[in-house]
DNA sequence: CCTTTAAGTTTATCGCGATAAACCTCGTCT
DNA sequence: AGACGAGGTTTATCGCGATAAACTTAAAGG
């Protein structure tokens, strides 16, 4: 889904409503100013176009989210391995571990997911 | 290192030359503007930036790259997995894999990659 | 009433990545 | 000599993401 890409600062800014939604308008600007160092009409005018396009919601100064952030995440994933590796996992994980060592414990977690993903 | 952070059409347009190096430069901008609709302006104004930024090199009309590929992508996956899965593959395949289903096949051989990070 | 503050919209500004136009130098071919 | 193509640089243009200034409206409180 097209839908589900954000560009950088609204995923940020994304993240910290999931992180605390419900949450009211003049407190999000609170957060933001805090978090991102934005003023409030920056938070407004990402507010607003995230709303338009249905990613939020921001109905008598309460914001939540309607998309869930695992598939905003599901789409940036796919986006990158799509983009640099031919859209091969198995070309991904082998960039990213690289000659990086992980320990027994980690290889088992990550064993685990795929494990989940084979059904 | 930040050395190997590219935008997108600098990662298509060193991917050319990774496919095709070494390559001469009326060849390269001929492939440009097969591949990816380009001017040969275009062509030398991204490859002379590359250059000075010492991720390629144009020498005598020869061109190569001077970074490899797999640095490169070593350095965008790790950068996904830290902005927007706080630096957790775990987090990353899961979302990645979603209800997606994989074969036993495609299993195992990521877990064999996992296996050979374990050391 | 008058001020203050919450809540929100409209309309810029600005930097930068993406792309190209225009121009230049040399050698070679006719 | 003049044309032509290889090889290249310098200097724009342009769209867009990021950010904010300025303004508005409405409610609350003294």
Redesign the interface.
Known sequence: MEKYKLF?AE?KFASIIWDNEPVNSTELVRLCAGKLGWKKSTTYTVLKKLSERGILQNKEAVVTALVKR?DV??Y???A??E???DGS??????????E?????Q??K???Q???????
Chains 1, 2 share one sequence.
Do not use: H, M
């Not at 996992?89 to 690289?98: N, Q, R, S, Y």
């Open positions: 950088d995923y695992e995440q599901k940036q994933s796919n990158v391995v983009k640099s590796f996992l198995p070309k991904f994980l082998t960039a990213f571990l690289g990086r060592k992980i320990t027994e980690e290889a977690e990550l064993k997911i795929i494990e989940e993903a084979v059904k």
